[in-house]
């Protein structure tokens, strides 16, 4: 996984994060490539994709519990980490 944390640059308040997920050769089962926008505000993980800007699409309703919970658990982390490098 991979992702990218967005925050306002008035506020520094986070905004969410752009993720994109896939498995390892090799890993079973295999997950194709996905990329997400998960909002700060709700959590839900939505669809994203890049047109002239960054567009979130809905709510991802056919995630996998597998990938969801590991976006989730994730981004806790990442987000735990960029709090602590700003204090």
């Given at each position: 996984?991979?992702?990218?944390?967005?925050?306002?640059?008035?506020?520094?308040?986070?905004?969410?994060?752009?993720v994109?997920?896939?498995?390892?050769?090799?890993?079973?089962?295999?997950?194709?490539?996905k990329?997400?926008?998960?909002s700060?505000?709700?959590?839900?993980?939505?669809?994203a994709?890049?047109?002239?800007?960054?567009q979130?699409?809905?709510?991802?309703?056919?995630?996998?519990?597998h990938?969801?919970?590991?976006?989730?658990?994730?981004?806790?982390?990442?987000e735990?980490e960029?709090?602590?490098?700003?204090?």
């Open positions: 996984m991979s992702g990218q944390l967005y925050t306002s640059v008035q506020t520094g308040a986070i905004l969410g994060w752009l994109i997920t896939r498995t390892e050769r090799g890993v079973m089962p295999p997950l194709n490539p990329m997400h926008w998960v700060k505000e709700d959590g839900k993980l939505r669809g994709k890049f047109g002239a800007s960054l979130s699409l809905d709510e991802d309703t056919e995630v996998g519990p990938r969801a919970d590991f976006i989730t658990a994730t981004l806790a982390t990442w735990q960029y709090l602590e490098t700003k204090s």
